[in-house]
């Protein structure tokens, strides 16, 4: 059984206050940050460059969320900025679970990624060094044991709340476990923790002010980006 707070405890909180106050946040989004091994952070023309799969793409002017239109799949629009070192991007899309987008993101840096949309499908990714590692559904994420390589993502693993327990000496093999884990989980604020972790991992956060101001952004075209 876990005792005391989770190390995100008060990072989850801010995201949980951010959740409330902006609810199309749960409409669905990603985020992603790229940590460089350097400490020089990319260039906007790299970013866009290992978004777009080296196919052509366009940089824009900073602009606010709300004044770019849907994603399409020929104009698909990723905003992208700074924090320290770190690049974020963020998206209303999934372009940020690629596989090959994070394997392209990753040389030589480690990166970050939390996806969700309106129907709870979702991931948390992390690849580092052009491997894409860990893909987590953090709303069933299952045991530790269930994913090879979580030890090279130390902040997510020292997150134990974050995944199911094992289940007691005592269950029968015909009792349903997964049942158990559902009613576990009802109150569980997966996304908020989902954000928390990467927070923590980075040190880039995602606030209400951030979601507000101007960002320049990159379009793609989604068919070549995934490739």
Do not use: K
């Amino acid at each position: 059984m876990n005792t005391g707070q989770p190390p995100t405890a008060d990072l989850r909180e801010h995201y949980r206050r951010l959740m409330n106050s902006t609810q199309w946040l749960d409409m669905g989004m990603c985020w992603t940050a790229v940590v460089p091994d350097d400490g020089r952070a990319l260039t906007l023309d790299q970013v866009a460059a290992r978004l777009a799969g080296n196919t052509r793409y366009r940089l824009h002017e900073p602009a606010p969320l709300d004044a770019i239109g849907p994603p399409e799949r020929d104009a698909y629009p990723v905003f992208v900025d700074r924090c320290g070192s770190t690049t974020v991007l963020f998206e209303w899309g999934y372009l940020g679970t690629s596989p090959a987008v994070l394997r392209r993101l990753s040389e030589g840096a480690r990166v970050y990624s939390a996806w969700w949309n309106v129907n709870a499908n979702n991931l948390l990714s992390f690849a580092v060094g052009g491997e894409h590692v860990l893909a987590i559904d953090a709303l069933f994420p299952g045991r530790q044991e269930h994913h090879a390589g979580l030890a090279r993502w130390p902040e997510l693993q020292a997150m134990t709340d974050f995944f199911a327990e094992p289940p007691p000496e005592d269950l029968d093999e015909d009792e349903d476990e997964d049942e158990d884990d559902l009613d576990a989980r009802v109150d569980h604020d997966w996304r908020a923790a989902c954000l928390a972790v990467i927070d923590r991992t980075t040190g880039a956060r995602l606030t209400g002010e951030w979601l507000e101001q101007p960002h320049p952004y990159v379009t793609v075209r989604m068919p070549d980006a995934t490739r």
